[in-house]
């Protein structure tokens, strides 16, 4: 049974604490940790289902599924008009996955084996697509400045932009499909193998999805209610627990799991879990909030702020860095982990979101 699962105890505790209104911190911080074992198992029966399909439509599945808690979470957050939470938190998973997650994982994984070697072919890839997505999203941000008085144009762009972002994701879905010898280690879509030996049925791995994605739905509607009042309270920002705390909370299973095979020197693996997870969240799931915000009433724009698209397009650029030679070392992680604590700072000490 793995560490996290522990975590589990907190569901119960979270629906007591939201039924006799307890203050909203308690609430909060009970909710945040029973996610977290919930994404765990959601990933985990993800994974079981993909190995009985196949690797082809395995990947297709993964690919779908791979960012769910992250997407119920801001699902929610959206229905509750929460739209500058949600559009922080889709750049906080983007630079957590690549500077906090990865910096971790080349760090741990260099002081245990030294220099590590990686596919650097693959890793070019999800670079160049990484750096597509952040044009995507940049796009619309720059130039929704000179059309921002014409609502509706501004949301005609976003909805259009989404459109391409979906459409390149999924063009990246049919080349692993289509590919002779699917890899299943690398990609947005690849099959991640399996880490706990579980012995799980497809039947028990439906009814643990469909239980999962159940309880993250419960557990992130007292998570969105009480973030106000916390925050407030904290002295914190919303835009700060966006950017920082939520992509945490949905992420620290698949976060660890990255951290633990570059331990055991499986760097390609590594590498694809924390890029494959970037493009996961700025291709397939801000494309679709677009277009769901729209239907539930609610139109989420792809217009970030000015601190957000100068963070999102050094972590672009480092990242492609990092892909360059082949190759990485403790050093890099440590500074990778660097540049996330200097931003993490920055936007701490940021009062605004705007």
Same mark, same amino acid.
């Not at 999924?170 to 880490?195: C, F, N, W």
């Not at 050093?331 to 540049?339: F, P, Q, R």
């Given at each position: ?26 609430? =909060? ?7 977290? &074992? ?18 082809? =439509? ?15 979470? *801001?699902?929610?957050? #959206? ?5 500058? @939470? ?13 500077? @906090? ?21 693959? !890793?070019?890839?999800?670079? *160049? ?10 796009? &619309?941000?720059?130039?929704? !400045?000179?059309?921002?008085?014409? *609502? ?10 989404? %459109?391409?972002? @979906?459409? #390149?994701? %999924?063009?990246?879905? #049919? ?6 010898? &699917? ?37 992130? $509607? ?5 973030? $106000?009042?916390? +925050? ?10 966006? #950017? ?17 095979? %570059? ?28 277009? @769901? ?5 609610? &139109?989420? +724009? ?53």
């Amino acid at each position: 049974m793995r560490p996290i699962y522990f975590l589990l105890f907190f569901l119960p505790l979270a629906v007591v604490a939201e039924l006799l209104h307890w203050p909203p911190l308690a609430i =909060f911080a009970a909710s945040a940790l029973a996610v977290i &074992p919930l994404a765990g198992l959601l990933g985990e029966a993800t994974e079981v289902l993909a190995e009985k399909v196949g690797p082809r =439509f395995g990947g297709l599945l993964n690919a779908t599924l791979g960012n769910a808690a992250e997407l119920i979470i *801001t699902i929610i957050a #959206i229905r509750a008009g929460q739209l500058d @939470l949600v559009k922080a938190s889709l750049i906080g998973s983007v630079l957590g996955n690549i500077l @906090l997650v990865l910096g971790l994982s080349i760090l741990l994984g260099g002081l245990k084996h030294g220099v590590q070697r990686f596919n650097r072919d693959h !890793a070019g890839m999800d670079a *160049t697509m990484l750096i597509l997505a952040v044009i995507a999203i940049s796009v &619309p941000s720059i130039f929704n !400045a000179a059309i921002e008085p014409d *609502t509706l144009r501004v949301e005609e762009l976003s909805l259009t932009t989404a %459109a391409v972002m @979906l459409a #390149i994701y %999924a063009l990246s879905i #049919i080349y692993m499909l289509r590919s002779k010898t &699917p890899d299943k280690e690398h990609g947005p879509g690849g099959v991640q193998p399996s880490h706990t030996g579980h012995r799980w049925s497809s039947t028990v791995a439906l009814i643990i999805l469909g239980v999962s994605v159940l309880g993250i739905a419960v557990m992130s $509607e007292f998570l969105v209610g009480s973030i $106000e009042p916390v +925050t407030e309270s904290l002295g914190l920002t919303p835009f700060f627990v966006g #950017i920082i705390i939520i992509p945490l909370i949905g992420n620290v299973a698949e976060h660890l799991v990255a951290v633990q095979v %570059a331990m055991k020197n499986q760097m390609d693996l590594s590498l694809s879990i924390a890029n494959g997870s970037s493009l996961q969240i700025a291709l397939f799931v801000a494309p679709v909030l677009v277009f @769901l915000s729209l239907a539930m009433g609610n &139109p989420l +724009t792809l217009e970030f702020n000015n601190f957000e698209l100068i963070a999102l397009t050094a972590s672009g650029a480092i990242a492609a860095f990092i892909a360059v030679d082949g190759r990485s070392n403790w050093l890099e992680g440590a500074m990778l982990l660097a540049v996330y604590v200097i931003l993490a700072l920055a936007f701490f000490f940021l009062p605004f979101a705007g």
